[in-house]
């Protein structure tokens, strides 16, 4: 399994940034996928999740009304779509994946993308 996540960098506070998570090497349809942030010396934290059968989605409280997840299922793509950035949304990214429903706990996703840094200037 694969995951290939891209789409991070610079962008001013109210702005906007998408994510978008490429996954390969397995049928995903029962599988949930979340992305979640670090920022330097802070635990690693769920931001959004979405069931890839049914699109059910689940977000953390800071983020809601602010970012949408969403996936395509011809591209075994996943997205996070990010506006009305904040300077406290800067943190590298990760999308991960996990058999199952949606869950907020890092350690219960089994794989895991390379990160990608977002950086939001205030």
């Known amino acids: 399994v694969q995951l290939q996540a891209s789409g991070g960098g610079l962008a001013q506070a109210g702005g906007s940034l998408r994510l978008s998570c490429a996954a390969s090497?397995?049928?995903?349809?029962?599988?949930?996928m979340g992305w979640f942030r670090q920022a330097p010396g802070t635990e690693r934290e769920f931001v959004a999740g979405?069931?890839?059968?049914?699109?059910?989605?689940k977000y953390r409280d800071s983020v809601k009304g602010r970012f949408t997840i969403s996936r395509d299922n011809t591209k075994n793509t996943v997205y996070l779509q990010m506006n009305s950035l904040k300077h406290e949304d800067t943190a590298v990214y990760y999308c991960a994946a996990r058999y199952g429903g949606v869950q907020y706990g890092a350690n219960l996703y089994e794989y895991w993308g390379q990160g990608t840094l977002v950086t939001v200037s205030s």
């Open positions: 979405i069931r890839w059968s049914g699109g059910i989605t």
């Open positions: 090497g397995r049928t995903f349809t029962n599988y949930a």
